[in-house]
């Protein structure tokens, strides 16, 4: 008799270890009240941004094909394709990461609200790293630095030789780049004109719409091949602010450390000088 009743005694003490046990593991899923533990430090690790791409095995970078030779549209083969240099730091960040990657070309100005609301994953646009924008999102490091250019109409060049000549002109540049910023900044004379695209800027040159406008070298250079009556001023502009970047929403370091390390092994094999200058040979 005592040996059974031992018996039922310790297997009910068992059960209720076991039971005990069970609530135990179950507890994590309600963060504990009592205690104050932090919940988080006994779950397993979050997926991050860069695991999400992985897996879905694609990655969308959003761009503003109006910016030769860092991205345009161009025939390829009787097919309207986004070409260009940035384009192929885009397609070198995918190979690296093993995605396929997808492209969406919006204006210059919906960029970033592009990537804020997740209908992208990343900006490549040759867009510089400023202070303002760096409050609302994550940069790379810097891959390529041009300097800024104001083009003027071909027969109005020895007019502008400084800034001052800018004086009461209209000078257009594009909305929301630095650019606009620019004319605000070092031409508070003249009369801002802000268009989303540049090809439209180039067409109201012209068109005497506008007299001037502030362009960054590489891209006044590849719009002044096709377009022979504009050229580019000697008027020089302070330009501190004008490397370019590639932007991702905040919080996703580890995508942004390996997009560096893609950047370094472009930049240290002078791929992105390679891409450069393949892109400027396509603008013709
Ligand atoms: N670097 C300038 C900026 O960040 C202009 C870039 C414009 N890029 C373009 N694809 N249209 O504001």
């Known amino acids: 008799m005592f040996k059974n009743k031992a018996l039922i005694g310790l297997f009910v003490c068992f059960a209720l270890v076991m039971s005990a046990c069970g609530s135990k593991a179950a507890a994590p899923a309600e963060p504990s009240k009592t205690t104050g533990d932090k919940p988080a430090a006994a779950q397993p690790a979050k997926e991050t941004k860069l695991d ?12 503003s094909a109006d910016y030769p030779p860092y991205e345009f549209h161009k025939e390829v083969n009787k097919k309207d394709e986004i070409v260009g240099f940035d384009i192929e730091i885009a397609k070198a960040l995918a190979k690296d990461l093993g995605v396929t990657l997808e492209m969406k070309d919006m204006k210059f100005d919906g960029l970033l609200a592009a990537l804020d609301a997740g209908n992208v994953d990343f900006v490549i646009s040759g867009m510089t790293p400023t202070e303002e924008r760096k409050k609302s999102v994550d ?3 810097i891959y390529y630095t041009a300097v800024q250019t104001v083009v003027v109409r071909a027969e109005d060049k020895d007019k502008y030789k400084s800034v001052d000549d800018l004086k009461g002109k209209k000078v257009g540049a594009q909305k929301g780049a ?14 801002l004109k802000a268009l989303g695209k ?6 109201e040159l012209k068109n005497k719409k506008v007299d001037a406008l502030v362009v960054e070298q590489p891209v006044a250079s590849a719009y002044l091949s096709k377009n022979k009556d504009l050229v580019i001023t000697d008027v020089k502009l302070k330009t501190e602010d004008s490397g370019s970047a590639i932007a991702l ?8 450390d390996a997009m560096n390390k893609t950047l370094d092994k472009l930049m240290a ?16």
Do not use: R, W
């Open 52 to 63: 999400q791409i992985k897996k879905a095995g694609k990655i969308v970078v959003g761009t």
């Open 139 to 141: 940069f790379t490091k």
């Open 178 to 191: 630095t650019q606009e910023q620019i004319v605000k900044e070092q031409m508070p004379n003249s009369e």
């Open 198 to 203: 540049i090809s439209d800027l180039m067409l």
């Open 249 to 256: 929403k905040k919080g996703a370091p580890e995508l942004v």
């Open 269 to 284: 094999d002078k791929s992105i000088e390679k891409f450069v200058a393949e892109a400027n040979d396509q603008v013709e």
